[in-house]
C-alpha cells in the first residue's frame, strides 16, 4: 500500500507556472505508475498525465500536451507535474494517483489517491 501526499497549488495568474509535487510513503513506489488528475467543481475526476514506473514513458491529456510535464524522482519518492502556459480553465483540485496495472488514463486503474492541492488560475 502507498500514502500520497500532494503539495505546490495556490493562486496564480493565466500564462504562469506552478509545479506540483506528491510525495509518496513506502518502499515500493518505483513500481508503481503515477497519475495526475482533475477536478473541477460540478465536473468529474478528469485525467490529465500518467508516468511508468521507471519514468521512460509518459502519456498526456490533449488539453495539457506541451504545457504541463510530468515527472518522479524514485530516489525522493516524488512525482511532479510541472505546468506552464496555464490557463483560467485549469482550474481545479489536483490529485496524485498510484496504480500497479499499467500507464492508463482510467481511474479505475488507479486504487491509491491522495487528498488533492488547488489550483486557481486568474485571468
Known amino acids: 500500500q502507498v500514502q500520497l501526499v500532494e503539495s505546490g497549488g495556490g493562486l496564480v495568474q493565466a500564462g504562469g507556472s506552478l509545479r506540483l509535487s506528491c510525495a509518496a510513503s513506502g518502499r515500493t513506489f518505483s513500481t508503481y505508475v503515477m497519475g495526475w488528475f482533475r477536478q473541477a467543481p460540478g465536473k468529474e475526476r478528469e485525467f490529465v498525465a500518467a508516468?511508468?514506473?521507471?519514468?521512460?514513458?509518459?502519456y498526456y491529456a490533449d488539453s495539457v500536451k506541451g504545457r504541463f510535464t510530468i515527472s518522479r524522482d524514485n530516489t525522493k519518492n516524488t512525482v511532479y507535474l510541472q505546468m506552464n502556459s496555464l490557463k483560467p480553465e485549469d482550474t481545479s483540485v489536483y490529485y496524485c494517483?498510484?496504480?500497479?496495472?499499467?500507464?492508463?488514463?482510467?481511474?479505475?486503474?488507479?486504487?491509491?489517491w491522495g487528498q488533492g492541492t488547488q489550483v486557481t488560475v486568474s485571468s
Open positions: 508516468i511508468s514506473w521507471s519514468g521512460s514513458s509518459t
Open positions: 494517483a498510484a496504480g500497479s496495472s499499467g500507464i492508463s488514463r482510467n481511474r479505475a486503474a488507479y486504487p491509491y
